[in-house]
């Protein structure tokens, strides 16, 4: 493999990261949102990253439920790029899908967003192009969408976005990709640095008595997390999709990829509440909160509350009988990854519908029977000989 087949690995003239800012933004309100290359210093490795707006994390978007805002993306940093904002419901033509919603936005241009909030909860947005490798380098940031009723969420004193990632570091660099493809999996790889906030140890205050919100999202591209506080409770209230029908006192929650938890903390006892990502095998050490002083507030008195939520509750009733009952219809699911594995693959001698496998063709086309796209099968024609205008009889995909 040739340097010229890697993206490059180069410090030299690169700005220094900078701190993750939180931006409130209103209904109506523009921001930009700038992809470049940074340097980033870890355990004293120099490595090159990318960022957004030149934090790792990018900034937290901090914005109310039922607002509107644009975003304008400039891609300064070293590939192609979209933005997907990943859990918020907003108009597919800016959900960040390559070649799907949007066309990519090549390095040196710019495209431009409306994002609606409908939801109140915890979010998050990341590429779309290439995950593997420009995810892993620092592009992810966190939204936090303020609902209008106080009362949504329980009280605390104060709360903050958690981002848990890792990387690949060998001999002082980031290990490199391949400009082709992923150099692993299709999604990404284990690294062997922990990252907490981009950083490799969380350093926090709180005091004695006091309560914090930690909305907490794993951005690694493989890793699963199980998180948890040594010295201090927690209560799990939210996750993906807002709050949760009953809160639940917890030790830990297991995050896989994309996975959000929000959690709040009572800081009950003074000294070191240790952060920590629990295996079987090993307990990693992710920083601490150093606890002293103290407060006394309604945020405290709430905490042992275990509240329920009548209107979900309602919801998950309605939906119920449709869990248990036959379905009106089969979908079939078929995703190729071009983007990811570099080149379209050739085009196959034969082709079959998933749903349908007796309609096969020499060429690719749709199923008269249900419209869905007839995908690869070389064994199809091989075996019956058929077209798609016969509806010869196939034992499906291989």
Known sequence: MTINELFTTETVGLVQVLPTSVVRLHDGDRFDLHITPVRKNLSGADLRMLAYNGSIPGPTLHVDQGSEITVQVCNDGDVEATVHWHGLRLENRYDGVPHETQEPIAVGTQFMHKLQFPDAGFYWYHPHIREDFAQEMGLYGTIIVEPPDAAYWPSVDRSFALTLDDLVV??????????????????????NVLLI???TEFVGTADVGEVVRLYVVNTANTRLFNFALRGARMKLVGGDSG????????????????ERAVIDVL????????????????IYDL?????????????????HVLRSHPQLTDERTTIEPHIVRAPDKLLAFVSSMPLLYGDVQPPATAYACPMHPE???????TCPICGM????????????GSSHSTHAASDGLE
């Open 170 to 191: 060998e001999d002082g660099r980031i290990a490199p990709f391949r400009k082709s493809g992923p150099t692993f999996n299709a999604m990404g790889r284990f690294g």
């Open 197 to 199: 906030n981009g950083e």
């Open 243 to 258: 709050r949760y029908e009953h809160e639940t006192f917890i030790d830990e929650v297991l995050l896989a990829p994309s």
């Open 267 to 282: 800081f009950d006892t003074p000294g070191d509440v240790r952060l920590e990502h629990r295996t079987p095998d090993h």
């Open 287 to 303: 920083g601490a909160f150093s606890v002293s002083g103290s407060i006394a507030g309604q945020a405290e008195r709430s905490f």
């Open 359 to 365: 309609v096969t063709s020499t060429e690719a086309a």
């Open 373 to 384: 796209k007839l995908v690869p099968s070389h064994s199809a024609i091989a075996q019956h």
